[in-house]
């Protein structure tokens, strides 16, 4: 175990931090790592990678007027459903994001994946693909309203203010929704169906991630430059076979708790030196696989012959965990390791 004083900035002491082993190094940078580090950062911004401070106002910005667009439809929701005048004021729905803009590893002009909150009585199909869908058809300031209610995780596109959006919604057991909900807590999952577990599994999945690294910072410059190596090479597409943003953030949280003291130069160079020896199809993971209590479906080739016919596992670390590459290939993989 490494003694906090020896860790980086934000780091965190328990074991568990790193993972499923023991780290490969504990080694810390040297001069030349500090200097080539340096001039990492210095390409990733010159590469304009991070949005402007006037960019991030304006999203964050956009993220309070829906919050606060959302509530109103709860409340409006609660009156028409008959509900008496306590519980109309009690009514809420929150907005929480996941994907990149949660890790903190977005871009200019990215989109920002965001998720909402809502009590039991509020359903999907009617409630948010109808009557929010249409609340949000009469604004000004929205654009390219898209639904897509059929979708593996069914979902609503569009623009608001500029900020491409896409809003997903999650109907769980409570009749009051807290603004402090933990997502993490895995009590949210009780009595959920499976587009709702998928909704909810993209905001579980980015904070586990962020409390698996050592060190938060590290981890997200690191991402950056190896979510600009994938786009440029073009090996960053789920739907074509290669590696989505979720995929690309699992490999490199690895690499961070394999070397739990090194700085991001030192970290991109050690990504490709593990990887290009790693064993596919052994599983990429961050932690144990959680056992199923809740009925859902858990990646286990064990138990479940479709597991074992996957070829780069990349083991999501929120129950249930799933297998994030199914999408994978013979050839896909073949081009990534090339």
């Not at 410059?221 to 090479?233: D, E, G, I, P, V």
């Not at 090996?235 to 394999?258: D, E, H, K, M, P």
Request: hydrophobic content about 40%.
């Amino acid at each position: 175990m490494v003694s906090s004083e020896r860790l980086s900035e934000s780091a965190a002491p328990p074991p568990m931090k790193y993972g499923v082993t023991k780290p490969l190094s504990l080694a810390g940078p040297t001069e030349a790592d500090l200097q080539r580090n340096a001039e990492l950062e210095k390409v990733l911004r010159e590469s304009v990678l991070y949005e402007s401070e006037e960019e991030t106002a304006r999203r964050e910005e956009v993220l309070r007027r829906l919050d606060e667009i959302v509530k109103q439809w709860m409340k409006q929701l609660t009156r028409q459903r008959g509900y008496p005048d306590q519980m109309v004021g009690d009514a809420n729905a929150i907005i929480v994001t996941f994907g990149s803009y949660r890790l903190g590893v977005h871009g200019p002009g990215a989109d920002v994946d965001t998720l909402c909150v809502g009590p039991s009585y509020v359903n999907r199909e009617e409630d948010f693909f109808i009557l929010l869908h249409d609340i949000l058809a009469e604004m000004e300031e929205v654009r390219e309203l898209q639904p897509v209610p059929d979708a593996y995780v069914p979902v609503m596109k569009f623009k608001f203010q500029g900020i491409s959006i896409d809003l997903l919604y999650a109907s769980i057991t409570l009749l009051v929704i807290p603004e402090d909900l933990d997502i993490s807590d895995q009590s949210i999952l009780y009595n959920v169906d499976g587009p709702t577990v998928r909704s909810l599994n993209g905001c579980r999945v980015a904070d586990q991630i962020l409390k698996l690294v050592p060190n938060a910072k590290h981890f997200r410059t690191t991402l950056r430059c190896l979510k600009f190596w994938a786009k440029r090479r073009g090996v960053y597409s789920n739907v074509t076979g290669f590696l989505g943003g979720v995929n690309w953030a699992l490999l490199v949280a690895r690499i961070c708790q394999f070397y739990p003291n090194a700085i991001p130069s030192m970290l991109v160079s050690r990504f490709f030196r593990v990887y290009t020896q790693w064993c596919w199809p052994n599983p990429v993971m961050l932690c144990p696989i959680e056992e199923d209590e809740l009925g859902f479906l858990v990646w286990d080739p064990r138990k479940n012959p479709k597991d074992r016919t996957h070829h780069m596992p990349i083991i999501t670390p929120a129950y249930p965990c799933m297998n994030s590459s199914y999408n994978v290939s013979p050839s896909t993989l073949r081009v990534m390791m090339d």
